[in-house]
């Protein structure tokens, strides 16, 4: 990425996603406002499909940071098979866009998500996730 497109991130403007293996769930959100809001899913298939649908997204958005949601056990909130996978898609992220990235636990995101009546529950989950963040010390 160039340096004047970097330069232009929007440092108070987060982007939250909702990893799953069949859809991501995105959303928006600021530290100004510590609010978030559910953006769209998109489809997890196919890799570059995928990449190319967030790098579309992250460049409408110009946000500053990313946030991902980490899937951890209910019980003891230890790390999961779906955890790899969720620190993977991070990663993959940070090289891909350069953006630093943070991970967020998920616990009860997607039942609260699924609970709201929201018509896209892995967006929903994505906002969540970065309201969470957001409300969080280190935002």
Not at 16 to 21: M, N, P, R, V
Not at 104 to 111: A, F, I, L, N, P
């Amino acid at each position: 990425m160039p340096d004047s497109a970097v330069a232009r991130r929007d440092p108070a403007l987060l982007m939250g996603f909702d990893f799953g293996t069949h859809l991501i769930g995105v959303a928006v959100g600021n530290t100004v406002t510590r609010s978030a809001t559910a953006l769209c899913s998109v489809r997890a298939e196919r890799r570059q499909e995928r990449f190319d649908a967030i790098a579309r997204l992250i460049a409408q958005w110009t946000p500053g940071r990313l946030v991902v949601g980490l899937p951890l056990s209910r019980d003891e909130g230890a790390e999961q098979p779906r955890s790899a996978q969720a620190r993977r898609f991070a990663n993959q992220l940070h090289g891909r866009f350069g953006l630093p990235v943070e991970l967020v636990d998920e616990r009860y995101t997607s039942r609260a998500a699924e609970d709201s009546g929201a018509a896209d529950v892995d967006a929903e989950s994505a906002r969540l996730i970065l309201e969470q963040y957001l409300q969080s010390p280190t935002a």
